[in-house]
């Protein structure tokens, strides 16, 4: 079983070491038993300046004017990304879309 990135400490110091190691990603995360999802999410976080050890979240209001007989949906917006979702999502089904997304 692959180990994911633990924190952002782990992050910085796996990463400095596949730069070293002039190895791919693939064959890097093999090695030491970590799972390249997570290093790449990682990866681009720290790149795009939210690696930080408060990742930056920003909580905002959500507001619908959907009818009240129609279950509300929210929206994530993130740059080109966008993910909708209803009352009855499946906080599963999301994290692995919201990894997928992260990854892209």
Known sequence: MLRKVRDHEDAVELLDALERS????????????????????????LQRGRGASSPGLCL??????????????????????????????????LARLLAVVAAC
């Open 60 to 93: 905002v209001e959500l507001a619908t004017s959907r009818p009240p007989s129609r279950p509300p949906l929210y929206r994530v917006l993130l740059g080109e990304f966008e993910v909708e979702v209803d009352d009855d999502f499946r906080n599963d089904t």
């Open 22 to 45: 002039g190895r791919s990603l693939v064959d890097f995360c093999r090695a030491r038993g970590v799972d390249g999802r997570s290093l790449n999410c990682w990866r681009h976080n």
